[in-house]
């Protein structure tokens, strides 16, 4: 709810009457979008908000701050600090526009115009010296150092007062707005949690629709039993090279059926224990999948109900969820400082940085959790060993000697380093998939390869340059 020009030209009065000539204490920030001048304790505080949708201007008890200070608000301490106020006015008439003039010839400009709400700091030549958000429009710049002036005048039709002028109007503006935001804040409160809910059970209904299909996938598999069972029976007239079979007529008297030897195995007995295996597989996962399945379909309709009575949860313990959560995300969102810091890094041709992982363990974390999708990742083909990520920059090319320096420290980091030669596989990180349950392994859906033999005085001098002194031995 934002003040209109009537409300704001008798909050004016009232306010010059009581602050003119008192000391600006304090200036902290309560909110994002708030600006509060603690006048002591003679006067109440003056508290500014250009909030979109809630614009507006008050005295005030509140005096608590969000507990961090923005460089806007550090500026209005340095030059407003323990100023007096001589005398607060509307710079123009039929406006939402005021001024507040400082024994240090400074003012402060609180344009208090909706969504492009602004409040400004503005020296004694009306230069702009500070500002909440800067902004451009076509007619005017809002920016430090460009001289103030107010946005072009407009007709508006003449609004209604929606306060009591001749009683305590500042109380009656905090609770009305303070109404409001609660009411805007528990929509929001109520919304956040009927999404999160939503996005639970979205996720439910995908993993209950993934699991139904691997139940009728089990099912299938159970009649692989009957398969082996035929392989067994016709292993006795199988011919040497026979790959398939067609029978019309089974002997267990069944429907028709045609036997396949999966690739790579031979004989029909190897047949028959590939599709037995298959099917107890298959028989063991089915229980599984009918009780995971019955899990699921509960948390289904829990979360139902959930959203159906969300309205009735206190607004105290959803606003906590919201709270808890969003500090939750907040943390998640950054990555620890340093983070490349637990890695091995070796400098290579033209001072760039290789990094090397020391373990299973590490080399997952070092390409996936490290390395960007344009880096380039570095194995020894066939040999266990470390992955060796080659960082890149946006539009850079990998020089020839680098890429050299590189493999050359991927097959000395691995089971190949005896050999002294060896094939290096190298591909861009966003190439590559982690190969589920197995740590450290992955595949390439692209890749290159290089063949390099190590040189034992660069593998030195690059461990030297590097700092690892330690491992020259090793060399």
């Not at 959560?325 to 760039?352: I, L, M, T």
């Amino acid at each position: 709810m934002d003040l209109n020009y009537l409300e704001i030209e008798k909050l004016v009065k009232k306010t010059d009457e009581q602050l003119q000539g008192k000391r600006v204490r304090k200036v902290i920030e309560p909110q994002e979008w708030e600006i509060l001048f603690r006048m002591g304790k003679e006067v109440d505080n003056l508290l500014f908000s250009i909030k979109p949708g809630y614009n507006f201007f008050t005295l005030t008890k509140k005096k608590k701050s969000r507990g961090f200070s923005s460089p806007f608000c550090l500026k209005l301490r340095k030059h407003l600090h323990n100023q007096v106020i001589r005398s607060l006015s509307l710079v123009r008439k039929e406006d939402r526009l005021l001024k507040i003039s400082f024994s240090n010839e400074w003012s402060l400009i609180v344009e208090l115009l909706g969504r492009h709400g602004n409040i400004l700091l503005v020296d004694p030549e009306d230069k702009i010296t500070g500002i909440h958000h800067p902004s451009s429009f076509t007619t005017r710049k809002l920016l430090p150092g460009y001289r103030y002036t107010p946005p072009p005048p407009h007709k508006i039709p003449v609004p209604q007062v929606r306060f009591d002028l001749k009683g305590n109007i500042f109380k009656e503006v905090e609770n009305k707005i303070g109404e409001e935001l609660e009411k805007l804040q528990r929509e929001k409160v109520y919304s956040f949690y009927r999404k999160q809910i939503k996005k639970r059970l979205k996720k439910v209904k995908s993993t209950i629709k993934k699991v139904r299909n691997e139940k009728e996938r089990h099912k299938i598999h159970q009649g692989f039993q009957r398969v082996g069972n035929l392989f067994l029976i016709v292993q006795y007239n199988w011919k040497p090279n026979e790959k398939k079979r067609f029978l019309e007529n089974p002997p267990d008297g069944g429907e028709p059926l045609e036997l396949k030897i999966p690739e790579g195995i031979e004989g029909p007995v190897s047949a028959a224990n590939y599709y037995f295996k298959i099917y107890k597989k298959a028989k063991r996962g089915l229980d599984i999948v009918k009780k995971r399945l019955q899990d699921l379909e509960r948390e289904k309709n829990k979360l139902e109900k959930e959203i159906k009575k969300s309205e009735e949860i206190p607004f105290e313990k959803l606003e906590k969820f919201y709270q808890d959560s969003k500090q939750k995300k907040k943390k998640s969102s950054k990555k620890p400082a340093n983070f490349s810091h637990g890695f091995r890094f070796f400098v290579v041709d033209d001072g760039k940085k290789v990094y090397v992982g020391r373990n299973a363990q590490e080399n997952h974390k070092l390409t996936f959790s490290f390395a960007n999708g344009r880096d380039f990742w570095l194995h020894a083909r066939n040999f266990h060993g470390s992955h060796v990520i080659i960082p890149m920059n946006r539009n850079e090319e990998l020089p020839q000697q680098v890429l050299i320096d590189a493999a050359m420290l991927a097959l000395h980091f691995s089971g190949g380093s005896k050999n002294r030669q060896g094939e290096i596989i190298y591909s861009r990180k966003k190439h590559l998939r982690a190969v589920k349950g197995e740590i450290g392994k992955v595949l390439t859906s692209k890749s290159n390869n290089i063949t390099v033999k190590i040189d034992p005085q660069r593998i030195e001098d690059i461990i030297k340059k590097s700092k690892y002194p330690e491992l020259i031995s090793t060399s």
